[in-house]
């Protein structure tokens, strides 16, 4: 537990985008780095007004109470499609993979780190989502002051399991590509498909406005994420939680999700050098010379430096 907090710090202070503003002599980083951060904000404003409107949706149409039951599928389905894009090169073959393990850490804590930091790097997405969500679920429901705060941390738990089960999905892959040369195929054939998907849900809507089937599809909608709910278990340990204030949902939630965690990275963290070495062997060396030593020496000097001072702390 400690080597982990030590390593996630290190890797949260050298990758901070307020960090790197805050000591950089660079005015096209600076630049980038504000440009970056209003795009975000823009793009979470525009993820949070379409939430919305779902959720207005649902209230107008007297359905209201299956609000927390899209949410928590809506949240699942982008914590899992996000995780999986994401693994192959943020788990797997990442360009600090030589510096990291040379530090004083076991292979599932470098990775379970890894995991860590995404998951923290996500959050403002699904914190979109699950705000907007709220909202419109207090406006039409009436909730008790108690599921907010419910509400907002569970949602933070929440999106884990899928994430895991995207990062075990990565890892298969990317134990798979480590025998071969080719190791983005499968990644940029699922790009392709999510992307097509995205650009035909335009179509389906035009369709649905233009032929006045909006509500008749909101109802269908509805029971069919009740149904997906169902079989889904975060999901229905999270409805049940917000809407009943149910304490074994939410202890099982919380508990399932650290269990699979530890699990996965244990299993892991067996064949994470060999898979990564595999996979970097495959890479060109001008791939990974792109990480500049300046870069690299950051990270490390900040995990040796947490390091020393908890061997410090623990020895006095």
Known sequence: MRDSIILLKALRLSTSQLNIFKYTDDKKKKSRIIGNVIGLFILFAMLMAFCISMSIGYGKIGISYAIPVLGALVISGMAFVLTLFKTNGYLFAFREYDMLMSLPFKARTVAGCKFLSMYIDSIPWFMSISIAMMIGYGIYESAAIWVYPLWIVLSIVLPIIPMLIASFIGFIIARISAGFKKTNIVQVILTIVFILFIFSLRFIIEDLIRNHKVEATLYKASQITDDIAGYYLPAKWFVSAVREGNVLSILLLVVVSVILFVL?????????????????????????????????????????????????????
């Not at 064949?271 to 870069?295: D, E, G, V, W």
């Open 264 to 316: 996965l990275f244990s299993i892991v963290g067996r064949s994470y050098i060999r898979i990564n070495s595999a996979l970097k062997s495959h890479a060109s060396s001008k791939k990974y010379k792109m990480t500049s030593q300046k870069s690299r020496s950051v990270i490390s000097a900040i995990a040796f430096k947490e390091y020393r001072r908890s061997e410090e702390h623990t020895s006095e």
